[in-house]
């Protein structure tokens, strides 16, 4: 099951690490036995694979105690790999790509250190999940809504840095990150925008700081360790209507989405909408997989006050009538206030409601754990052009006979093509293919200009290796500034394909 190698890499004293972690944060924050080490290994691999297994795994609670684990590593040159929940499954899920690593559950870490609501954003640390982050929302008179993934368990701060996305007004999570405190591969404390100035007024409220913008070192990357981090809300509004469109065929699918990019842009859709392929709808606002692939639905909302979504409603009414088979399949408004009730997890989604109802539906194919393999490309908000990718995706999977399901996470100007193919991780050759497959769809895609924007640790070298202009220079600059930031190499060794120098050298580079 192994693509790429996990073992050539040089892990320092492991031993004389794990000692010197368990004299710091005590004996119950360091784990080795390998029963419970089964919490950091990815779900999603074939069960018999121990190609990204780590040697221990170490519970900071607080930011004095992650400054220590990582001056730690750096005396022993050990690799950290870091994770807030560790559910970024799909991708590695816990899993770190250096077999031997220890990884750095700061799922401990889970206080709502603020909660402002007329200026509309909270404060959290890494281990507050989205479940946690809506509690203190409500908690604190309901004013504000954070926008959610499909799924409430993962960390607000970590979804974030992977550029996760949600379906409110505020879905592109890594944009509603601001104010970042982060302990760097040193053990240095710092801070990002005006968080740089002492008792900075414009720490949550102003984005670009001075001079160069340095919060996107920390999504993606092992940069640095995100302690805290500001988080942007969205304003209750007093309704809110939940909109269901379903077609059939090509020619509605392109008219769908050039409608839509316009209804986008005219701002009369508010939030990021989703275009299924493949599912059919009940009467609640239920989605089930169907194996027709002629069959497409699309849900989106619109937010504001009442006179505001009545005027939308019907405007989008005229601008989406028009197109032949579509119809209204669900159009519901509910109350701001509204908060339990909802007879769909969709319902709640586009409210900010966590749940986890969808891991249901991911194991429908082959049962727990619902395993999947996402494959994510970009597109453009044109029409055919979505069609085209569409069929290509259809086709890549339909070539090795691959269950898969399609959401296209929709933007005004951009489409992440998000599809998931199934498999049993019992299944060693058939996992195996499926991520053999993924490998290949990845060079048609970048062929055509089209690239992922976030992958497994099986293929993040694979995707690094498509940034190819002028040389590579992209992933040089980001190896210049991992080898200035980091001397020493201990901090998510090949997160996005970027290995600091002795993991080049390592490699033969
Ligand atoms: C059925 C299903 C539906 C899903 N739907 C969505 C969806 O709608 N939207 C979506 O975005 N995702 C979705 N996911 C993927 C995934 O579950 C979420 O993105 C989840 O939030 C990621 O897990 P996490 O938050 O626990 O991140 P973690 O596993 O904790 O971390 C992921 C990565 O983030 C980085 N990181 C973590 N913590 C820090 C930190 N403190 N500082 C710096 N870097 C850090 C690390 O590189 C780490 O490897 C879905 C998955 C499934 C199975």
């Not at 946690?132 to 809504?145: K, N, P, Q, V």
């Amino acid at each position: 099951m192994e693509l790429v190698d996990s073992t050539r890499y040089r892990l320092g004293d492991v031993d004389r690490a794990i000692a010197a972690f368990q004299a710091e944060l005590g004996g119950d924050a360091v784990v080795t036995d390998p029963e419970h080490l089964k919490a950091a290994r990815d779900p999603y691999t074939y069960v018999e694979s121990d190609q990204f297994d780590p040697s221990a795994m170490v519970m900071p609670s607080s930011t004095e105690e992650v400054q220590a684990v990582v001056r730690i590593a750096n005396e022993h040159g050990t690799p950290l790999w870091m994770w807030s929940q560790g559910k970024n499954v799909t991708y590695g899920g816990p899993a770190p790509r250096v077999k031997g690593s220890v990884v750095v559950n700061l799922s401990r870490m889970n206080r709502v250190l603020e909660v402002n609501e007329d200026l509309a954003y909270a404060v959290v640390e890494p281990g507050v999940r989205w479940f946690d982050l809506y509690d203190a929302l409500e908690a604190a008179g309901g004013r504000c809504w954070t926008s959610i993934p499909d799924l409430g368990w993962g960390s607000v701060i970590a979804n974030s840095t992977e550029y996760g996305r949600g379906y409110t007004p505020m879905g592109d999570h890594p944009e509603n990150l601001i104010g970042q405190e982060v302990v760097l591969p040193t053990g240095e404390l710092m801070r990002t925008g005006f968080g740089a100035l002492p008792d900075s007024v414009g720490r949550y409220v102003y984005k670009h700081g001075f001079g160069p913008r340095l919060d996107g070192l920390f999504f993606q990357s092992g940069n640095g360790i995100i302690v805290n981090s500001g988080f942007w809300l969205q304003r209750r509004p007093e309704k809110y209507a939940v909109i269901w469109l379903s077609f059939r065929g090509d020619e509605a699918l392109v008219r769908v989405v050039d409608t839509m990019r316009e209804a986008l842009l005219e701002k009369s859709i508010h939030n990021h909408p989703v275009i299924m392929r493949g599912t059919t709808l009940d009467s609640d606002g239920n989605t089930t997989f169907s194996t027709d692939q002629d069959a497409w639905l699309t849900r989106f909302a619109v937010y504001g006050r009442e006179g505001v979504v009545d005027a939308t409603l019907k405007a989008l009414h005229d601008q989406f009538d028009v197109i032949p088979t579509l119809e209204w399949a669900r159009e519901v408004v509910y109350d701001g206030t509204k908060r339990e009730g909802f007879p769909s997890h969709d319902d709640r989604v586009m409210a900010g409601i966590p749940d986890l109802d969808i891991l249901d539906l991911f194991q429908q194919v082959y049962g727990p754990p619902g395993a999947h393999l996402d494959f994510s490309p970009t597109g453009r908000m044109v029409g055919t052009e979505v069609l085209e990718t569409a069929k290509l995706i259809q086709e890549g999977y339909e070539e090795v006979g691959a269950p898969f399901f399609s959401g296209l996470m929709i933007s005004p100007r951009n489409v992440l093509h998000v599809s998931s193919a199934f498999y049993d991780v019992k299944d060693e050759a058939q996992t195996r293919k499926v991520y053999e497959n993924y490998t290949r769809m990845v060079d048609v895609m970048a062929a055509r200009g089209q690239q992922v924007y976030r992958t497994h640790l099986q293929h993040q070298d694979h995707v690094q290796s498509k940034l190819s202009f002028n040389d590579h220079i992209q992933r040089r600059v980001a190896e210049a500034i991992k080898d200035t930031l980091d001397p020493n190499g201990v901090l998510q060794p090949g997160k996005a394909g970027i290995w600091a120098k002795r993991y080049r050298e390592d490699r033969g580079e």
